[in-house]
């Protein structure tokens, strides 16, 4: 932290009393969001706005595009919807990694304009761990095991040893591009997870796919090749494709997420990431705690998504634990692992 951060922060916390308003940006892919919480947990404004295509996938370059034209009309949405000005801003966040540095870049660029055009510090934050800390501000939870099902991330995490550790992730693809990929490969639209689940709900019989649990870790290319290979021969029922992949994933999942729980001694399991709007994955979950005296917190789908209300309540919690991003420092880091983040603003 640099003197100038230094100075900034202590002039906005120098009022004890005084409620502070945070307001972050995520820009890790596809999604441009503009946050706004306060110290006391309110959501003020959640506004985001996605690159999408019509047909294949993302393009980095041209998600960066579309950030930078989306840029001032989700911020005044923000805004409007906080129904506060710009000046009533006392800290900017925004995501600083991991994620698609074209993408990252826009968002950094956001940030570090506001910050010294209103004088506010900055906070860089780390995305996976806002998946994370967003429980503290919707939910009782103390330490959780989060389990982190997105499109392009699947990892289990938890605090242990003064650190956020991944537990266990994918080896391959994230289990959202695995769902997406299958989605496509049956004609559903993209994202895939709604129509899956759907689809899924016709089923008649559970069909025995490869189930890849590795140690901690996970694996999901194989069993993608081999549904596609059960498609293309026409022997199976679309719902019953749905059906068993679902229940075979998730069901990998649960079991690298309980023997996290187990292993570290923790009773309490959060959910995050857009593949955790799946309402089976929910249930899952939810039997998987109960049947071992476990709690399981499930956010609301806008906070389980990629959000940016995550990124300003990190960035709040940061803030008031006496953090700031220098300038000098305020680089994206796309390749940055959760467990090289230094948690000063948590006790161990
Ligand atoms: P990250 O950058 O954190 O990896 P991401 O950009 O890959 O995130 P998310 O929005 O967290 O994306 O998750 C996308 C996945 O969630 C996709 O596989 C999509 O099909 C799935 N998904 C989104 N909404 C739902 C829903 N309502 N029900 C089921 N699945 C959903
Ligand atoms: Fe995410």
Not at 89 to 110: C, E, K, N, Y
Not at 297 to 322: C, Q, R, T
Request: proline fraction near 3%; charge should be neutral.
């Amino acid at each position: 932290m640099d003197k100038m951060a230094n100075d900034k922060k202590d002039k906005m916390i120098s009022k004890k009393d005084k409620k502070i308003i945070c307001l972050g940006i995520e820009s890790t892919a596809h999604t441009l969001g503009v946050g706004i919480v306060d110290s006391l947990g309110n959501v003020l404004a959640n506004v985001k706005d996605s690159y999408t295509t019509k047909k294949g996938g993302m393009i980095p370059v041209k998600a960066a595009e579309h950030h930078i034209e989306a840029c001032d009309c989700v911020l005044a949405q923000a805004l409007k919807s906080a129904g506060i000005g710009v000046r009533d801003i006392d800290v900017i966040a925004f995501s600083q990694g991991p994620g698609l540095g074209h993408t990252l870049r826009i968002g950094a660029t956001i940030a570090r304009t506001l910050s010294n055009a209103l004088d506010r510090p900055l906070i860089g934050v780390n995305h996976c761990i806002a998946h994370l800390e967003i429980g503290s501000m919707l939910f009782p939870v103390k330490d959780p095991v989060l389990l982190y099902a997105s499109g392009a991330n699947t990892q289990v995490i938890a605090f242990d040893g003064g650190k956020y550790r991944i537990f266990g992730e994918t080896l391959d693809i994230g289990v959202g591009n695995f769902i997406d990929c299958l989605a496509r490969e049956l004609g559903l639209g993209f994202p895939g997870g709604p129509g899956l689940y759907q689809l899924s709900l016709d089923a008649k019989e559970y069909i025995k796919l490869p189930y890849a649990v590795k140690g901690m870790d996970v694996s999901f290319g194989g069993l993608l090749t081999n549904l596609k290979q059960k498609i293309s021969s026409r022997r199976y029922a679309d719902a019953d494709i749905a059906f068993s992949a679902q229940e075979t994933v998730f069901s990998m999942l649960m079991e690298v997420s309980e023997r996290a729980l187990a292993h570290c001694g923790k009773d309490e399991l959060l959910l995050g990431g857009g593949v955790s709007c799946n309402k089976r994955l929910q249930e899952m979950a939810k039997v998987m705690c109960k049947e071992r005296g476990s709690r399981c917190y499930v956010p609301p789908n806008e906070f389980l998504v990629d959000n940016a209300a995550m990124i300003a309540w990190l960035g709040l919690k940061m803030h008031m634990a006496s953090g700031a991003t220098p300038i000098s420092g305020s680089g994206i880091r796309p390749y940055e692992r959760t467990d090289e983040v230094d948690i000063y603003w948590k006790i161990d």
